[in-house]
């Protein structure tokens, strides 16, 4: 999204919010906002530019950002992904470990998880993602050791949303 367009959108958020407290309702104490990377950034620099667009907020708003793609982060989770479809569980691999580091990691989980058949019914498709989360955080695990284990991006966007409120 180009810059100009960003500082559109967050003018219109933060006008939207604007409003919600004007009329009395001030149920909204923080603002996520998901963008794909699309490209390697290791070090979540689209995430701090993102995040200087929407401190022009009036609430607490903290960028989503994950290198490559959200896909990235499915991939490192087999057994989520097994636990949406059993054949994705062969399906699904990549021996570096290292899943922010696959170009295209949403085509290729679509590749991976097509039947042999050429049959393209139960392939992933994005609307998958909130059942994969789901899965992710029922994974033993998961808020205790696996911390510190998971994708770079994605640890960040987990301390992002754990701080929403908070300044």
Same mark, same amino acid.
Request: net charge neutral; proline share 6%; charged share 25%.
């Given at each position: 999204?180009? #810059? ?9 958020? +933060? ?5 919600? #407290? *004007? ?11 998901? &963008?794909? *990377? ?9 995430? %701090?530019?993102?995040? =200087?667009?929407? $401190? ?12 490559? %793609?959200?896909? *990235? ?5 087999? #057994? $989520? ?7 994705? $569980? ?13 170009? =295209?990691?949403? %085509? ?6 097509? &039947?042999?058949?050429?049959? +393209? &019914? =139960?392939?992933?498709?994005? +609307?998958?993602? &909130? ?16 911390? =510190?284990? #998971?994708?770079? +991006? ?5 301390? $992002? ?7």
């Amino acid at each position: 999204m180009s #810059a100009p367009k960003m500082r559109g959108w967050v003018n219109a958020m +933060s006008d939207a919010v604007k409003a919600r #407290a *004007a009329s009395g309702n001030r149920d909204v104490i923080g603002v996520l906002v998901h &963008r794909d *990377a699309d490209t390697a950034d290791p070090v979540g620099r689209l995430a %701090e530019e993102l995040n =200087g667009q929407l $401190a022009g907020l009036p609430v607490d708003a903290r960028a989503i950002v994950p290198v490559q %793609e959200t896909e *990235a982060w499915w991939l490192a989770y087999p #057994a $989520a992904l097994a636990a949406i479809r059993s054949w994705w $569980a062969k399906a699904v691999h990549d021996p570096s470990g290292d899943t922010e580091r696959i170009a =295209g990691p949403k %085509e290729l989980l679509q590749r991976q998880t097509r &039947r042999t058949t050429g049959d +393209s &019914r =139960g392939q992933y498709v994005e +609307s998958d993602s &909130r059942a994969i989360a789901a899965q992710i955080v029922l994974l033993p695990g998961w808020r205790g050791s696996w911390r =510190g284990q #998971a994708p770079p +991006s994605l640890e960040r966007a987990l301390q $992002a949303v754990e701080s929403v409120g908070d300044s």
